[in-house]
């Protein structure tokens, strides 16, 4: 198994490997760096994001389901199963942020005109104004979060995190 690069700094999965190598020096647990890196990068942004949500008093998913019905344009209008399939969660779990979400004022459930048997979500006015003031500020904390990191790093982790999301999605 190969060792860190010199080029860098020692990290907490670099401790994981190296007790990997030291109880199963058979194994080659290579592939572990990458996937703990990502999953110890994602949990670490999510604590980030979850906190910055919480100054205007959301959390993660409430932001991603306002900033979904946003991103559809006027009149921000989607199935629940369309909002289901873009946030990856499951229609039980949808169906109970729904009525988070409609109980907080900021979105409302429509008759579908396509389908009488269902629903739409739109998001309303108080939603609308709130995930237009919000986006601001994550894109700020996001600006801040990858800040860190020279504008060619962050280029190239764009360009390699882009290549295994669509390896990842076309063997799904």
Not at 83 to 94: A, D, I, K, N, Q
Not at 134 to 151: C, G, M
Request: glycine share 4%.
């Amino acid at each position: 198994m190969p060792k860190p690069s010199l080029s860098r700094l020692p990290d907490s999965v670099d401790a994981i490997l190296d007790q990997w190598r030291r109880e199963r020096p058979d194994l080659d647990a290579s592939p572990m760096g990458p996937i703990g890196r990502l999953q110890r990068c994602a949990a670490l942004l999510e604590q980030r994001l979850e906190a910055s949500f919480a100054h205007v008093g959301l959390s993660l998913w409430e932001f991603d389901m306002l900033a979904t019905l946003r991103r559809a344009g006027a009149p921000y209008r989607l199935s629940p199963t369309e909002l289901f399939s873009t946030l990856m969660v499951t229609s039980g779990t949808m169906t109970h942020r729904l009525k988070q979400l409609e109980k907080r004022g900021f979105i409302a459930r429509l008759p579908n005109p396509q389908d009488a048997r269902s629903l739409l979500v739109q998001l309303n006015d108080a939603g609308l104004a709130l995930i237009d003031q919000v986006v601001v500020l994550h894109i700020e904390n996001e600006r801040r979060i990858l800040s860190e990191l020279p504008a060619d790093t962050q280029a190239g982790l764009d360009t390699h995190l882009s290549a295994l999301l669509l390896a990842l999605e076309q063997s799904s």
